[in-house]
C-alpha cells in the first residue's frame, strides 16, 4: 500500500486458507496471506541477527507490531485484520497497531479504542495476574487503528506518550517510499520514539525496494541508521503478480533498518 493512499502464512490448515479467501474480497483479490508470512520472516531473521541488534524478542510477552501505511487490504475492520494476520499469533500473542490516512475507522470503531488498550494492559488498569495470563495467550488482536499518517497521530504530547505501546516493530507493506516523502516522517518518528523497534519495509518488485532504499538512505545518515539487510528478494512473498511499477506481486522484496 501507499503512505498517501493509505499477506502471511504456511498452509497448515485449511479454515485459513478460507478465512484469507474471504478476505480477498475486500482487498482486490490480493494474497493477503503474505503479510503475516513477511512478518513471520521477518522475526526469524530479525531473532537470529548478530548480538548488536537490541531486537530481541521472548516468547512471555506479546509482541507489539506497528502497521505503517495501512489501508482496506489489512482489513475492513478489526475482525477482517486479525484474520489475515491471524497465522502470526499461532505461538504466541500479537498485539496490531495500523495507522494509515485510507484506513476504514467508524466511530464504534473509535469507542472501543480505550477498552481495547486496557484489555491489554497498555494503562496499567489490568493486575499483574490477569496480564500474565493474557501474555500467555496466543493471538492476534487489533489494539490500536487510526486513520492517519503515524507521524500525524494526536495523542504525542508529554503525557500521552506515557500512555504510549512500546513497539517491538514496524511493517510498511508495499509502501513505494520513493514516491511519498511523508513516508520518511513517519519512519523518523519510530526511530525517534522507539529505538530498538527495526523497520521492515517491503515492495512489489526488488526494483522497487531498491529505489526506496536510495530515498531512505538519503533521508537518513550513516549516524542514523543502519540496515540490518539491504534490499533483496523476500521469500515470503506472494504468488500473485498484483500492482507495482512492473506488475510485480505482494511483497515482493524487502529490506530492514534500525536505529544506529
Given at each position: 500500500m501507499r503512505e498517501e493512499e493509505g499477506e502471511d502464512?504456511?498452509?497448515?490448515?485449511?479454515?485459513?486458507?478460507?478465512?484469507?479467501?474471504?478476505?480477498?474480497?475486500?482487498?482486490?483479490?490480493?494474497?493477503?496471506?503474505?503479510r503475516s508470512k513477511t512478518i513471520l520472516a521477518a522475526l526469524r531473521r530479525l531473532s537470529s541477527s548478530s548480538s548488536s541488534l537490541k531486537f530481541s524478542p521472548t516468547t512471555d510477552k506479546p509482541?507489539?507490531?506497528?502497521?505503517?501505511?495501512?489501508?482496506?487490504?489489512e482489513g475492513r475492520n478489526d475482525e477482517e485484520t486479525e484474520r489475515i494476520f491471524r497465522e502470526c499469533g499461532r505461538e504466541r500473542?500479537?498485539?496490531l497497531s495500523l495507522f494509515g490516512p485510507n484506513l476504514i475507522v467508524t466511530a464504534a470503531m473509535e469507542e472501543e479504542k480505550d477498552k481495547k488498550r486496557a484489555a491489554v494492559g497498555i494503562d496499567g488498569r489490568l493486575d499483574d495476574e490477569k496480564k500474565k495470563m493474557r501474555e500467555s495467550e496466543g493471538g492476534v488482536k487489533v489494539v490500536e487503528r487510526e486513520r492517519c499518517l503515524f507521524h500525524e497521530r494526536k495523542n504525542d504530547d508529554d503525557?500521552?506518550?506515557?500512555?504510549?505501546?512500546?513497539?517491538?516493530?514496524?511493517?510498511?507493506?508495499?509502501?513505494?517510499?520513493?514516491?511519498y516523502d511523508s513516508w520518511l516522517e513517519s519512519f523518523?518518528?519510530?526511530?525517534?520514539?522507539?529505538?530498538?523497534?527495526?523497520?521492515?519495509?517491503?515492495?512489489?518488485?526488488?526494483?522497487?525496494?531498491?529505489?526506496?532504499?536510495?530515498?531512505?538512505?538519503?533521508?537518513?545518515?550513516?549516524?542514523?541508521?543502519?540496515?540490518?539487510?539491504?534490499?533483496?528478494?523476500?521469500?515470503?512473498?506472494?504468488?500473485?503478480?498484483?500492482?507495482?511499477?512492473?506488475?510485480?506481486?505482494?511483497?515482493?522484496?524487502?529490506?530492514?533498518?534500525?536505529?544506529?
Amino acid at each position: 500500500m501507499r503512505e498517501e493512499e493509505g499477506e502471511d502464512a504456511n498452509d497448515d490448515d485449511d479454515d485459513f486458507d478460507d478465512d484469507a479467501s474471504r478476505c480477498r474480497s475486500s482487498s482486490s483479490f490480493l494474497d493477503v496471506t503474505s503479510r503475516s508470512k513477511t512478518i513471520l520472516a521477518a522475526l526469524r531473521r530479525l531473532s537470529s541477527s548478530s548480538s548488536s541488534l537490541k531486537f530481541s524478542p521472548t516468547t512471555d510477552k506479546p509482541l507489539n507490531v506497528l502497521v505503517l501505511g495501512a489501508d482496506r487490504n489489512e482489513g475492513r475492520n478489526d475482525e477482517e485484520t486479525e484474520r489475515i494476520f491471524r497465522e502470526c499469533g499461532r505461538e504466541r500473542r500479537v498485539n496490531l497497531s495500523l495507522f494509515g490516512p485510507n484506513l476504514i475507522v467508524t466511530a464504534a470503531m473509535e469507542e472501543e479504542k480505550d477498552k481495547k488498550r486496557a484489555a491489554v494492559g497498555i494503562d496499567g488498569r489490568l493486575d499483574d495476574e490477569k496480564k500474565k495470563m493474557r501474555e500467555s495467550e496466543g493471538g492476534v488482536k487489533v489494539v490500536e487503528r487510526e486513520r492517519c499518517l503515524f507521524h500525524e497521530r494526536k495523542n504525542d504530547d508529554d503525557e500521552e506518550e506515557e500512555r504510549n505501546i512500546e513497539y517491538d516493530c514496524a511493517f510498511a507493506f508495499n509502501a513505494g517510499v520513493w514516491g511519498y516523502d511523508s513516508w520518511l516522517e513517519s519512519f523518523r518518528k519510530v526511530l525517534k520514539r522507539y529505538p530498538n523497534a527495526p523497520i521492515v519495509v517491503s515492495a512489489y518488485s526488488t526494483k522497487e525496494c531498491e529505489l526506496d532504499e536510495d530515498c531512505v538512505r538519503e533521508g537518513f545518515g550513516e549516524d542514523e541508521i543502519r540496515f540490518v539487510w539491504e534490499a533483496e528478494e523476500n521469500e515470503a512473498c506472494s504468488g500473485e503478480k498484483t500492482g507495482g511499477e512492473e506488475g510485480g506481486r505482494e511483497n515482493s522484496a524487502w529490506m530492514c533498518f534500525i536505529k544506529s
